[in-house]
């Protein structure tokens, strides 16, 4: 193999290594997509958490029956995508790691009590 690595072949133009494996890189994507939809249902229940409980921000017009009934969806999805990631995470054997992602402090900037 003149000019290339015995660990690598050749198609063309492109070289692949024998250890690619699409399947994984799929499975890589789905985890990554799904740690983002959680840090999203985590970030919408912090929403939904001041809501009932922040005097300044707070829904004035709805019943603290309806915050307990919007706080349980919102707990309910939050708990569905974290399984899903961890159930992805388990098929992987690893827990895949994504930069700069997690929720931003801007969050509760719609906030009045939180603003500096």
Do not use: W
């Amino acid at each position: 193999m003149r000019g290339r690595t015995a660990d690598t072949l050749s198609f063309g133009e492109e070289a692949l290594s024998p250890f690619h494996d699409p399947s994984l890189e799929a499975l890589e994507a789905r985890a990554r997509a799904a740690h983002r939809a959680y840090i999203e249902a985590l970030g919408l229940l912090e929403v939904v958490r001041r809501q009932a409980t922040c005097a300044a921000c707070g829904c004035h017009d709805v019943s603290e029956a309806e915050h307990q009934r919007l706080y349980d969806d919102a707990e309910a999805e939050k708990e569905r995508r974290r399984i899903t990631f961890r159930d992805l995470c388990d098929r992987l054997g690893y827990v895949v790691v994504e930069p700069n992602i997690g929720l931003c402090p801007e969050d509760a900037s719609d906030c009045p009590v939180s603003r500096p």
